[in-house]
Nanobody, 126 residues
Framework: VQLQASGGGLVQAGGSLRLSCTASGRTFSSYAMGWLRQAPGKERHVVAAISRSGGTTYYADSVQGRFTISRDNAKNTVYLQMNSLKPEDTAVYYC????????????????????WGQGTLVTVSS
């Protein structure tokens, strides 16, 4: 599967952005999806993940209550709505896919993901 992310940009603290990631192919619903980010000088980690069906989600503590992950299997697209953005949210954001059997599973570790999109930069100014 090929993934194409979009929606990054520059926003002031307290603002919002929505990232989108569109997948190629006809098996999008076979993949759990995630958004990961890598800040300068830091390791990449999962900030949000969603199960194949969309019924189960995972959030890192740092974004819980501010970010919402969702997916539209008919459009082969996963979204990350980011509200109340903080300067520490500044990072390159990546979408990723993990082919899994369990329709409820949400991959919470970077190494679980098999396919990656290109990153999109989110910069939050103070």
């Amino acid at each position: 599967v090929q993934l194409q992310a979009s929606g990054g940009g520059l926003v002031q603290a307290g603002g919002s952005l929505r990232l989108s990631c569109t997948a190629s192919g006809r098996t999008f619903s076979s993949y759990a999806m995630g958004w990961l980010r890598q800040a300068p000088g830091k390791e990449r980690h999962v900030v949000a993940a969603i199960s194949r069906s969309g019924g189960t989600t995972y959030y890192a503590d740092s974004v819980q209550g501010r970010f919402t992950i969702s997916r539209d299997n008919a459009k082969n697209t996963v979204y990350l709505q980011m509200n109340s953005l903080k300067p520490e949210d500044t990072a390159v954001y990546y979408c990723a896919a993990d082919r899994v059997e369990n329709i409820y599973y949400t991959p919470a570790r970077e190494y679980e993901y098999d396919y990656w999109g290109q990153g999109t930069l989110v910069t939050v100014s103070s």
